[in-house]
């Protein structure tokens, strides 16, 4: 018999400033405002941008994998409003691995999207719903040059669980101006 952890994981409601150590949020912004520091910081210079809807089916909330890319960054958003969940952990670019310990998970609503910050590790999206669309920016190669993945249970014992909680409708933020 083999023993390993499960670590349940209680997903934080997004915001700009806890999820600032792994990327940014980006939200609604008034038509016309100029370009800034609250907009995507991208880095997709090293490819072709590759700008497109996947769709995911429902896949349950455990993980024992993470991936990162270390040459892009990466934007995900769901359509139609839906709300999803992402696992993350710092990048840690002198190390093959993350560190496990510190692997948080978020509750991202449907009313904005996330850049992942080069290196971000990242497990998801997760969701409860049957089947998300969501819109991926990233390189039209990342998945074949640029895509690392750690399967936490061979190296560190350890397969992770998110537990949902709903986002009350108070805790969406409005748009900025």
Known sequence: METYLLLKLHPQPITPE??????QVIFAAADGALYGQADAQLQLQAGTPRFYIMRLAYRGLKFDRITRHQQVTQCLGALEGQSWFIAVAR?????????????????????CFIK??????????YFEQDAIDFFNLELS????????????FET???EYEILPQPIAPDEQPALLT
């Open 18 to 23: 806890t999820f600032q150590p792994f990327g």
């Open 91 to 111: 990048p840690t670019p002198e190390l093959a691995t993350p560190d496990w310990e510190t692997i948080t998970a978020f509750q991202v609503p449907g009313n």
């Open 116 to 125: 992942l910050e080069v290196g971000t590790w990242h497990a998801g999206p």
């Open 141 to 152: 190669d990342t998945n074949l040059v640029d895509h690392q993945t750690c399967n936490l």
């Open 156 to 158: 560190y014992g350890v």
